[in-house]
């Protein structure tokens, strides 16, 4: 039997070592995280993290707040509730997210943030010319990284202006965009500009390119890299580095270019599906040309579904207005052509070292299978362009590593 006396030792001897853990700093209370969120986590050293937190609401303000608070802590993530939220900020971008913090949602269809009106003056108000409801910024730190999960992303078109987007990703090196839904932006879905990550198992739709008609915004996702670097494709090709953008597992429909890339971008879609171009007769996935523009790309195991016009299709699945690169194991079907090879880059930006081979031309609905093939320059096969495989070339490994973590 435990004393009256033997109780006071052991409650003393507690209070002592808690006294002390205190002391230490071993335990630490916030009060700004117990306003946001209703538990913390506790870690298997006895030590309470307030690196992880649950957003009051999905609306810009509480999620802002809460990122502010996990940035200040040195980093970890906000968690954003289930539920409809009106995404209407006062200021743009909406969310100003930093390297080192992570915003997940409920998942596709629970976390919906929705913008009710279009947002007026984008262009003429700098330093933000597009309006990103999640705007994350880095400095190439490895150690920290972004990512953004389990939301969908509902903007609002009424005219296009082409300043809406949903996440724009700068300076931020492992960024992961994921199960993620974006609907109705005239600018871009996605916008990685300078930076290195993985976008998967996204969903980029915008049912207003039906409603409005012949209107040619809404990019799904535009790829820029340092316009001030022209790398080899021996630097890029098969390889994750410097500022090269993987998109895989994704699903497409009604963009006006589903991926553009330009200024020296470089991106590996892999594992998607495209369809219902809007209007049809622009190419699906694109690498622009200018001085410079895109630097090029590697589409391999995706399946590309032209739209039809007049009965017959117009589309195109890949265009090269510049760089190099690699198509191969593509499905193209109802499309007018799969690969087109256009001219508008001067040197030495233009289309040059294109490797296509294994690709299967095929229709639905279409009368005709349609054309591997559209040059429109005075490009040579066996000196700017080949139809077999690349000799040493190997893929990166599938599904990206980061992904798997």
Avoid at 376 to 392: I, N, Q, R, S, W
Wanted: aromatic share 12%.
């Amino acid at each position: 039997m435990i004393t009256l006396e033997e109780k006071k030792i052991k409650n003393s001897k507690i209070y002592a070592t808690l006294l002390l853990l205190l002391l230490l700093g071993l335990i630490s209370f916030s009060p700004a995280i117990a306003l946001l969120s209703n538990t913390v986590l506790i870690k298997s050293q006895g030590t309470i993290s307030t690196t992880q937190i649950t957003a009051r609401s999905g609306f810009p303000d509480d999620i802002q707040a809460a990122v502010n608070v996990v940035a200040a802590a040195g980093g970890g993530t906000v968690y954003v509730p289930e539920g409809n939220w009106t995404f209407n900020p006062s200021s743009w971008p909406g969310v100003t997210i930093p390297n080192g913090v992570n915003v997940i949602g409920a998942g596709i269809g629970k976390t919906v943030l929705y913008l009710p009106d279009y947002p007026q003056g984008g262009l003429a108000n700098k330093p933000f010319p597009n309006r990103p409801f999640f705007y994350c910024v880095g400095n190439w730190e490895t150690d920290k990284k972004v990512i953004i999960s389990g939301i969908t992303f509902q903007g609002h078109v009424e005219d296009e202006e082409e300043i809406l987007c949903g996440v724009e990703v700068v300076g931020v090196d492992n960024f992961r965009i994921d199960h993620c839904e974006f609907i109705d932006f005239d600018n871009a879905a996605i916008f990685p500009r300078d930076c290195r990550g993985v976008i998967d198992h996204c969903i980029i739709d915008n049912p207003y390119k039906d409603r409005i008609g012949g209107a040619e915004g809404a990019y799904g996702i535009i790829v820029l890299g340092d316009y001030t670097a022209w790398y080899s494709l021996d630097q890029l090709l098969g390889k994750y580095t410097l500022n090269t953008v993987y998109i895989e597992d994704c699903n497409f429909s009604r963009c006006r270019h589903s991926i553009a890339s330009n200024q020296a971008g470089w991106y590996v879609v892999r594992h998607c599906t495209f369809q219902k171009p809007r209007p049809a007769q622009y190419p699906m996935i694109d690498v622009h040309g200018a001085s410079p523009g895109g630097r090029g790309l590697e589409a391999y195991d995706n399946t590309f579904i032209g739209s039809l016009y007049g009965g017959s299709s117009i589309s195109v699945a890949v265009d090269f207005r510049g760089g190099g690169g690699v198509v191969f194991n593509n499905t193209f079907i109802d499309c007018a052509y799969g690969v087109k090879l256009s001219v508008e880059a001067p040197e030495p930006y233009q289309p040059y070292n294109i490797w296509i081979w294994n690709n299967q031309m095929t229709k639905q609905n279409a009368p005709n299978e349609g054309t591997l093939l559209l040059n429109t320059g005075d490009y040579k096969e066996g000196v700017d362009y080949f139809l077999y495989a690349k000799p040493d070339y190997a893929p990166y490994p599938y599904p990206h590593p980061l992904t798997l973590s």
